[in-house]
């Protein structure tokens, strides 16, 4: 047995290890070089929406320090970095007049990234509309998808030539559902109606997003989507918790993953949303089921539901089993989760080919006195999930990449800078960095490609 426990677990040839960022979370240079207003700047600014009033303006001033953030990617021996493009770089009033300099800047983190044997995978919307497009209704407007058409194009006429791997959307149901239902991100709305207009329109600029990069790529160029995607428990084995669990699995999986992979909302979820349900049209659902690539898939934690008649919406809500153990996010450490998951989407959705695009964990990471930061609980936590996710490749996931979130220490949303998920340890005041004991495991993992 202790000689099974000590084998190193290998991972497929040319795997993708890789670490996640977003533009919003690490550039900082919110307003330089042209750049315009987005949502988050603004809902930064909102009184009470974040926690201690924290701000992107700043975060990790990767904007200007890029290079040298790409020296620590290879002193950890990554192999490929996913961040995401601000779209108020490039058209800094979200449509119109296209801003050079933007689009220089990530034509510069390209080239240095390849230049030090680092694979680019890059997201184009990672939530952070530009401001001036939401005062015209943002993502519940239908005419922001031409928008996001010609922002596709642009920056894919640029680098489409060096960027390989390309994301169209991180997340369609944080930006719907957080954004527009329950309203504790940006741009702050609570309407249903709103919320799955706006999925929608998500998924549909997703699939007019993927025929323009396929357009402006060539045979190398790999082209998907993430999701948020969570593997879901009943609280108990009553009749009604494990109908708690088809709905949530409705409204949080399958309500993105059938019209991307079966052109057809699910049935269930589309009577109990009823006449919240927007006008879809006969040529949406072709559209938003165009042929990709690869899925991305985020996870962190399992949900676990029960019956709850007091929760208007889907009639459950969530529970946190007892005796577990919990990230600072007050998430579970359910590493089983991303096992079940992957073979799910797997044996459901056509074997895709799958990238891990975040999973990782938030602890009250401290400096000791030797000045290291020794996270341990976050190396147990990927290497748990790790050897989860190698599970699924032994029984034939197609599983090709994993990203850690995050490279480093960022914004986390409403979260402000309380919540850190890195490899890299940022320290705010200063902008030091400071690699923790779990980027210097990382590292090792790279280099044997196993755990
Ligand atoms: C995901 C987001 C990412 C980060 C992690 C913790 O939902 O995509 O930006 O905030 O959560």
Not at 32 to 48: A, L, M, Q, V
Not at 171 to 195: C, D, M, Q, R, Y
Not at 273 to 279: A, F, I, L, Q, T
Not at 392 to 408: H, M, P, Q, R, T
Request: hydrophobic share 35%.
């Amino acid at each position: 047995m202790n000689e099974k426990a000590n084998k190193t677990v290998r991972f497929p040839e040319n795997f993708f290890w890789g670490a996640a960022t977003a533009a919003y979370q690490i550039e900082g240079a919110y307003n330089e070089n042209g750049k315009g207003e987005s949502i988050w700047d603004r809902f930064c600014r909102t009184p009470g929406k974040v926690q201690d009033g924290d701000r992107g303006d700043i975060a990790c001033d990767s904007y200007h320090r890029y290079r040298n953030d790409i020296k620590l990617m290879k002193e950890i021996s990554l192999k490929a970095y996913r961040f995401s493009i601000a779209w108020s770089r490039i058209f800094p009033q979200g449509k119109g007049q296209v801003n050079q300099d933007g689009l220089d800047f990530y034509e510069r983190l390209v080239d240095e990234l390849l230049d030090s044997g680092i694979e680019p995978f890059v997201t184009l919307y990672h939530w952070d509309i530009p401001q001036a497009l939401q005062g015209k209704g943002g993502w519940a407007n239908r005419d922001t998808i031409g928008y996001f058409k010609d922002y596709a194009e642009e920056v894919s006429r640029k680098l489409g030539d060096r960027v390989h791997f390309w994301i169209t959307h991180n997340e369609p149901w944080v930006v719907s559902f957080l954004g527009h239902h329950s309203g504790i991100h940006a741009p702050g709305i609570k309407n249903l109606s709103t919320a799955l207009k706006v999925s929608h329109y998500l998924l549909l600029s997703h699939g007019e997003a993927v025929a323009i990069l396929r357009d402006n790529g060539d045979e190398k160029t790999r082209i998907g989507i993430t999701l948020n995607l969570s593997s879901v428990y009943p609280a108990s084995e009553s009749e009604e918790d494990k109908k708690a669990v088809k709905i949530f699995d409705g409204h949080l999986n399958r309500w993105f993953l059938d019209p991307i992979y079966k052109g057809s909302y699910p049935e269930d979820m589309l009577a109990l949303y009823d006449d919240k349900v927007p006008e879809i049209r006969a040529e949406d659902l072709e559209r938003i089921s165009t042929k990709i690539d690869f899925l991305g898939v985020n996870y962190y934690t399992r949900t676990v539901v029960k019956a709850d008649k007091k929760e208007a919406l889907l009639g459950l809500s969530s529970v946190k089993p007892s005796g577990a153990e919990y990230t600072e996010m007050n998430w579970e450490i359910y590493p089983l989760g991303i096992y079940e998951l992957l073979k799910r989407v797997h044996n459901d959705y056509d074997e895709p080919v799958i990238y891990i695009t975040e999973n990782g964990a938030a602890f009250p990471d401290k400096i000791d006195k030797n000045g290291r930061i020794n996270d341990e609980p976050r190396i147990k936590y990927l290497k748990d999930h790790f050897l989860q996710a190698h599970r699924a490749i032994e029984d034939g996931v197609k599983l090709s990449g994993y990203f850690v979130w995050s490279l480093l220490d960022n914004f986390e949303w409403a979260h402000g800078y309380s919540k850190r998920f890195g490899l890299i340890y940022t320290d705010y005041p200063t902008q030091t960095r400071i690699i923790k004991d779990s980027g210097w495991w990382y590292k090792k993992v790279i280099e044997k490609n196993g755990v």
